[in-house]
């Protein structure tokens, strides 16, 4: 069995806006939904998500992939994850049957093999903060670099405390530190990744694929090369960018991101425009959704009342794309 998280710390106030501004009540169907975490964090790092989703009535299982959280001391294997994933997917349906896979970063290229090795597992994808190809010219630099934290006395923990302290927001760091930091993992990462062609991956599969990313994050390079793959699998694909935020956009805008899975899980479920088919750019939309694939979805902006009391978005426009690269 995976090791999953299912529950967490109430996060009420994110569940309540992310369904507000997703115009949401209750799912005609429950969807199955897996996430993956990233490098060196774990499953805790969803626990906003899950209160969102399961808010909305859905079954999310966050799960530890090898050398995470409850596996913590175990050799990360790319085959290892992949079958982590396919354990989450079978908890998360309750038998046999597809699910939304969600991954971020590092659980974005897991998630990405998954799709591509079983198919009829995936009943879509949110591929976060993955827009790179792992065999960039770069991973070597990275590789030498994460042997020599590694090597180091504290193995980096200084290091990665002054990191979460610089770019994450005081209210998420405790969900990602929950679950405690795999500091000894990122050389197998490196090694392992490398072995996913996420080009060819994403067109091995029909499963519609969400592109998601913040603005700001440093592996956007190949985001339209991977809406066009998934495109060449005869999936339906789009491309989300969330201003202002950066590479852990779950954790920098989690209203905005929550209202991304939400979405997604509207859309698989056939609940969505035209039966459940992604429309294509430029396309009516009524909700002012997700719509297409060049989507901006800004994170909801609160007011505060004259009483003092913080008062959530009613709703949030998509915007015109704001990226031109």
């Not at 198919?119 to 976060?128: I, Q």
């Not at 990602?176 to 996420?198: H, N, S």
Request: glycine letters at 12%; proline letters at 7%.
């Amino acid at each position: 069995m995976p090791a999953a998280l299912t529950e967490g710390p109430p996060r009420d106030d994110l569940s309540e806006r992310a369904l507000a501004v997703s115009g949401y009540g209750a799912p005609v169907t429950s969807v199955p939904v897996v996430l993956l975490h990233g490098a060196r964090t774990s499953a805790t790092m969803w626990r906003a998500q899950v209160a969102a989703l399961g808010a909305a009535g859905h079954r999310p299982v966050a799960v530890d992939l090898p050398g995470h959280g409850r596996r913590a001391g175990e050799r990360f294997t790319l085959d290892g994850a992949v079958e982590e994933v396919r354990e989450g997917v079978a908890e998360a349906v309750g038998g046999p049957g597809p699910a939304l896979v969600v991954g971020l970063s590092l659980g974005g290229y897991v998630a990405i093999e998954h799709r591509g090795r079983y198919p009829a597992e995936s009943r879509g994808l949110v591929a976060a903060s993955c827009s790179t190809i792992p065999t960039s010219p770069l991973r070597g630099l990275w590789r030498l670099a994460a042997r020599a934290i590694e090597a180091s006395p504290d193995s980096g923990a200084l290091l990665n405390r002054a990191m979460v302290r610089a770019t994450v927001a005081t209210a998420q760091r405790a969900d990602l530190a929950a679950g405690g930091y795999a500091l000894d993992v990122m050389t197998d990462v490196l090694d392992e990744v490398a072995r996913v062609d996420t080009v060819a991956r994403l067109a091995d599969a029909g499963s519609p694929v969400w592109v998601v990313n913040g603005a700001l994050d440093h592996f956007r390079t190949q985001e339209r090369a991977y809406v066009a793959a998934a495109r060449r699998g005869g999936g339906a694909a789009r491309l989300v960018v969330v201003p202002r935020a950066k590479h852990l956009v779950s954790l920098d805008a989690p209203v905005a991101f929550a209202r991304v899975l939400l979405e997604a899980a509207d859309e698989v479920a056939g609940r969505g425009s035209d039966a459940g088919h992604l429309p294509g750019a430029g396309a009516a939309d009524e909700r002012r959704g997700v719509r297409d694939h060049d989507d901006v979805v800004p994170q909801p902006v609160e007011r505060v009342a004259g009483d003092g009391a913080r008062v959530p978005a009613p709703d949030v426009e998509a915007v015109p794309p704001e990226h031109g690269a």
